[in-house]
């Protein structure tokens, strides 16, 4: 029987031509990419060209991305560069960011003479902006905005653009975690102007375990991993090339595609939120369910009536071959 998988803002599964893409560089195409012979010479090409592929769906510059082991790392090296080689000495976020982003946040700030704050939510889940221009306004003190540009639970989409121009108004630096958007929506960089920006492979047909950091070449940063010269020396350690690869061909895929998977998929989840309503009485959503514009088509987050059978749900369902976040 076929399973209904319906975890995709968790992890998806590798595209087949993403895997088809790979396999050579499993099996054939083995050197280090530091190595000055032919075998290293191939593979620096390889890694290179990927990153100019990447660099060119995001009219980024290709020094510009730093591949990295995904987002968790991506997001750890945003703040580790904020704290330690730009001197903020502020971090405004919310509280529904992921993780990876809130508790490093709240780890550097511990050990550190940052100081961390917590920027307010509207009711629907959307940042309140007027307050972050308020926060943005209270201090002269350097500052780094983190906030993530569609949220993996209830699905909000930041507008980054204003958010952006609220950050360089008050001449903070801003970074959006973009893990959930990437590959899913068009970035142009050199309309929006951000400082860090992070993907995740695995969240859009690609391999785990593989992303990278987006570092405007404004910001000057320095190694984050120590002991090799790889990625411009901002991250030693020799490249997982056959990942990198797999990242560069799930995003041309997702580019290719972008308008129809879109239109695609925002109809499924219009018939499964309408089917839930006709269904299930007292059913309700979190997020903005208003309007389609402000939230990721990819995620819907509902709330069932409290029963006694709650705590069984996820359960029932996996055994009826549904899997549910
Ligand atoms: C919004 C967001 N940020 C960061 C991450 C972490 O990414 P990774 O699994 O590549 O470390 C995730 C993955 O769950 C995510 O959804």
Redesign the pocket.
Known sequence: MKKVYLDN???TPVAPEVFEEMVPYLRDVFGNPSSQHSFGRQAKGVLETARRKVANYLNAKPSEIVFT???????NMVFNIAANELNVERFITSEI?????LHTAEHICSKRKVELQIVKLLPNGHVDLQHLEKLLASSNKKTLVSL?H???EIGNLLPLKKVSELCRKHNAYFHS????TMAHYKFDLQALDVDFL?C????FHGP????FLYINSHVKAVPMIHGGSQERGLRGGTENLYSIVGLAKAMELAYTNLEEHQIHVQGLKSYMKQELIANIPDVSFHGDTESDENSLYTVLNVSLPATSKAAMLLFTLDLKVILLK
């Open positions: 803002a968790a992890t082991s995904g987002g968790t790392e991506a997001d960011e992921h993780h990876a982003v993530m569609g949220n993996n975690d973009t893990v959930q992070t995740s492979a695995h969240k785990k375990g593989i992303g």
